[in-house]
């Protein structure tokens, strides 16, 4: 059975920095693509950062374009968003996804979900 742990989630100040991570257990890395996934309060889950099964590619959505970076280790299973220059309405609850197909968009059906993390921006 897949399963995805999320950690690195916390209270920060705008302009500073987390990491988070997602480990991901029950099957091979890099058999999926991987999505980070942002739902804020009284909003829809939203992709903001995505990247190719084969790691070649990535997608940034324009809210956090160039602030942001995805990344992963298939080697040790985990993939990590850190988060740059962090403002109040990045404030949300952050999903990683896992999916079989090569890459992930806003339209792909996720196979795998994890718990999500609480990021909480302060002004």
């Known amino acids: 059975q897949v399963q995805l742990v999320e950690s690195g989630g916390g209270l920060v100040q705008a302009g500073g920095s987390l990491r988070l991570s997602c480990g991901i257990s029950?099957?091979?890395?890099?058999?999926?693509?991987v999505g980070w996934f942002q739902q804020a309060p009284g909003k829809e889950r939203e992709l903001i950062a995505s990247?190719?099964?084969?790691?070649?590619?990535?997608f940034y959505s324009n809210s956090v374009k160039g602030r942001f970076a995805i990344s992963r280790d298939n080697a040790k299973n985990t993939v990590y968003l850190l988060m740059n220059s962090l403002k109040p309405e990045d404030t949300a609850v952050y999903y990683c996804?896992?999916?079989?197909?090569?890459?992930?968009?806003?339209?792909?059906?996720?196979?795998?979900w994890g718990q999500g993390t609480q990021v909480t921006v302060s002004s």
């Open positions: 996804a896992v999916d079989n197909e090569p890459v992930i968009t806003g339209r792909t059906r996720i196979d795998h």
């Open positions: 029950g099957r091979a890395l890099n058999t999926y693509a």
């Open positions: 990247i190719s099964r084969s790691g070649g590619s990535t």
